[in-house]
């Protein structure tokens, strides 16, 4: 999936050039930052937060095929929200479709959460 901004289009008005330059450099870097300095994760997610102008963030980064939670990290999200996430996570496997449908997402690539839902949630009733 390629960039193209209109994420941050929608979030905060145009990206143009001096903001691919600049912004768009300083939060990939403070994720490269954060995998090689762990303790780094929530500081960089708050930053895409921040710049996108979103109430919340959670990221979470699991090893399959063993649904092992590698990183977990919210900010801005109620204590008790992402400690129910955490609770349920097998559960949330299962909705997703199991590690089957889980191992079909290119792993090389960004996933949207709402887009791994199963096809019949995102019909119209």
Do not use: C
Not at 67 to 85: K, M, Q, R, W, Y
Not at 104 to 114: A, D, H, Y
Request: net charge negative; hydrophobic share 40%.
């Amino acid at each position: 999936m390629a960039f193209d901004g209109s994420v941050g289009q929608s979030a905060r008005g145009h990206w143009g050039s001096d903001m691919l330059d600049t912004t768009f450099s300083r939060l990939v870097g403070g994720i490269y930052d954060a995998v090689v300095e762990p303790d780094l994760w929530t500081e960089a997610v708050d930053a895409i937060r921040r710049e996108f102008d979103f109430h919340i963030a959670m990221m979470g980064i699991s090893k399959m095929p063993a649904n092992e939670l590698v990183v977990n990290v919210s900010t801005n999200v109620p204590a008790s929200f992402v400690g129910d996430i955490v609770r349920y996570g097998e559960d949330i496997m299962t909705l997703w479709g199991g590690p089957a449908a889980m191992a079909r997402i290119p792993i090389e690539e960004p996933t949207l959460q709402s887009l791994t839902y199963p096809p019949h949630w995102r019909e119209k009733s």
